[in-house]
């Protein structure tokens, strides 16, 4: 017995989906030719599975404040936050997404991925109790797991699910941070959250919401979900990600709580991993400032997101359960998601495949993400990828 042996069934299934879908595991960008096109194995793409929402990776301003601050301040930090590793950046920028979201308090964080960890690890102990919704990004479970709250998880967007733990938790007189996501990942489907906010309010629990697809996508001013529900005062704590609508790498939580502070110093994955590189905090700087001054560029995605969504249900397929950004349309199975995936990518567009465990009902899926950055000709491309694919996996079902 080896200590690999444990990996033997992922690499069983590894090598049978290799064998249908070799791409799959060997996708390289070779050359990135903007926020909606890359030479990928070689072939000419439009992506249309990169998060991209504002397409502001490529925005000529956040790449001439990334090489100003790389040139002025170098590289990297080559330290955590609380060590060597906090800069006048990460300190403007806190500022800045203070007074983008209204809060009086914001962390960042160096990924979106570490201010679930931060956030959750610390912010709910032992005997208290974090109420989540199952279909919750990884990032949430991990933070979790990291710590040493109760975990209870209610059904997906099930508001009498979560109302029914609420009061069946109550006699417990402890502590209940509520988590839900703004946009759902998966599917694009939004939280129901003023009907969240309500019996949060109602049961006295906290509430912690991940706008990380629905920053820059969602609300008025791009504030995400909370704002677009009108519950930004019933949000406790709104952690996000840099790395979608702003372009970059990074995460952050505001909130008006002035206790949020401390979770520096509580807080192990703040403590322990290096911060954010110069170029890095000022793009973001520049691309949070863009949220505000070009609103233009939220209402171009949902014209994109729209059309998309549109085409592909003309088409015949089945989408998720409402028009967003995310176009996430279901297949029967996982060998039907792979030869879809593999002709699209031979028709020239790259979406992302996701398989069982990683999607929310145990379903296939093809996640189309829009960018505002596409063009309606690429999107026509989009569609007619898949309408071709399609016909190419029936003709190969009943030949
Ligand atoms: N939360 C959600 C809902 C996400 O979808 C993601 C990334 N896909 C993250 C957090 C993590 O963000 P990051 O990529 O910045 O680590």
């Not at 840099?242 to 994955?269: E, M, T, W």
Request: net charge negative; glycine share 8%; charged share 20%.
């Amino acid at each position: 017995m080896t200590i690999f042996d444990k990996f033997d069934q992922l690499a069983a299934a590894r090598q049978a989906l290799e064998e249908n879908c070799g791409d799959f595991f060997n996708m390289v960008v070779d050359d990135i030719i903007s926020a909606t096109e890359a030479v990928v194995n070689g072939r000419r793409m439009i992506l249309a599975g990169s998060n991209n929402y504002l397409g502001l990776s490529f925005d000529s301003d956040c790449i001439e404040a990334a090489c100003e601050a790389t040139r002025q301040a170098g590289t990297g930090t080559t330290g955590s936050r609380m060590a060597n590793g906090t800069f006048s950046g990460h300190v403007a920028l806190e500022k800045e997404l203070a007074q983008f979201f209204k809060r009086r308090h914001a962390i960042v964080f160096s990924t979106g991925y570490i201010a679930n960890l931060a956030m959750l690890s610390t912010l709910v102990g032992p005997d208290e109790i974090i109420l989540l919704d199952a279909d919750c990004h990884a990032s949430i479970y991990d933070g979790c797991r990291l710590g040493k709250a109760e975990i209870i998880r209610f059904r997906h967007n099930d508001i009498n699910d979560l109302e029914k733990r609420l009061k069946r938790l109550a006699k417990r007189n402890t502590n209940i941070l509520v988590v839900v996501e703004g946009l759902y990942s998966m599917l694009g489907d939004r939280a129901p959250l003023s009907d969240i906010a309500a019996v949060k309010r109602k049961y006295g629990a906290y509430l912690l919401v991940d706008e990380a697809h629905s920053l820059g996508v969602l609300g008025e001013n791009g504030r995400g979900l909370a704002e677009e529900a009108g519950v930004e005062d019933e949000a406790d704590f709104i952690v996000g990600t840099f790395s979608k609508s702003l372009g970059a790498i990074g995460g952050f939580c505001v909130s008006n709580h002035q206790q949020l502070d401390l979770v520096r110093y509580a807080s192990r994955p703040y403590v322990f991993t290096a911060s954010s590189s110069p170029g890095v905090i000022a793009s973001t700087r520049k691309a949070l400032s863009i949220l505000h001054t070009r609103p233009e560029l939220r209402r171009r995605l949902w014209d994109n997101a729209n059309m998309l969504y549109q085409k592909l249900q003309d088409l015949g397929f089945s989408l998720g359960p409402e028009p967003s950004p995310i176009v996430a349309v279901r297949q029967q199975d996982k060998e039907e998601a792979l030869a879809i995936w593999n002709a699209l990518v031979q028709h020239g567009v790259y979406v992302n495949l996701v398989l069982p465990p990683a999607t929310p009902d145990g379903g296939a899926l093809l996640r189309c993400s829009m960018s505002a950055g596409h063009t309606a000709e690429q999107i026509e491309h989009i569609g007619q990828a898949f309408a071709a694919a399609h016909r190419t996996d029936q003709a190969a079902q009943t030949g």
